[in-house]
């Protein structure tokens, strides 16, 4: 059985800027108003012998949206972008890191950090190392950029297109309608740069 919803109808939508590095057109920082489509498909089960609750599912897809909503958005495993000042920062078990939130410092900082012109290679980045930055800056090709963190969403992911955001989508509801026990076959995702233009996205 499938389920399906519409996300321009449904108000499913976020609104951001971002640059694919090095691109003719897109590599200039510019923005789309975004809507994302979903499909859910599964067994029926429950006393109401749903899919999903449509209801679980638009929260689900609304908490993504929030997230990314008027932010500028990071790839931060994209191998055209240089990060400037980052030291590599060793996760325990408990650690967690929001990078929307600006607000938890690290306890100690890497005396490497004092060096301008100093660079990390992103193949490997995690948003941990950017755990102490008031700042996102970074480098494509011969310009430079410099973002207050909280403008920002950093996004782990090689690319910031429609087809990298509509597998981050699928990703991210898939396991969160597998935490609240529906019994989901796969979840596809269509992340809409406009009317008639986006990607999709399979999740099983």
Avoid: W
């Avoid at 590095?21 to 429950?46: A, K, L, N, Q």
């Avoid at 609750?53 to 500028?72: A, P, Q, Y």
């Avoid at 325990?92 to 100690?108: C, G, H, I, V, W």
């Avoid at 090709?141 to 950093?154: A, R, S, T």
Wanted: glycine fraction near 4%.
């Amino acid at each position: 059985m499938k389920i399906m919803i519409n996300g321009i109808n449904a108000g499913l939508r976020f609104s951001s800027a971002h640059i694919i590095p090095v691109h003719t057109s897109c590599g200039f920082i510019h923005g789309h108003s975004y809507f994302v489509d979903v499909e859910i498909e599964g067994d029926r089960f429950g006393d109401y012998e749903f899919v999903a609750d449509f209801k679980d599912v638009k929260n689900s897809v609304r908490t993504i949206c929030k997230k990314l909503d008027h932010r500028v958005l990071i790839p931060i495993n994209n191998k055209n972008m240089k990060f400037k000042e980052l030291t590599a920062f060793e996760k325990s078990e408990n650690d967690e890191f929001d990078s929307s939130d600006n607000s938890k410092k690290s306890e100690t900082e890497n005396s490497s950090n004092d060096s301008s012109n100093d660079f990390l290679d992103n193949s490997d980045l995690s948003v941990l190392d950017f755990y102490n930055k008031d700042y996102v800056e970074f480098t494509i090709k011969n310009k430079d950029y410099k973002f207050p963190m909280e403008d920002c969403i950093l996004l782990p992911l090689k690319h910031s297109s429609a087809e990298d955001l509509s597998q981050y989508f699928a990703n991210i509801i898939f396991e969160d309608l597998k935490e609240k026990e529906y019994k989901i076959d796969s979840v596809a995702v269509c992340v809409n740069e406009g009317i008639g233009q986006g990607a999709f996205f399979k999740k099983e």
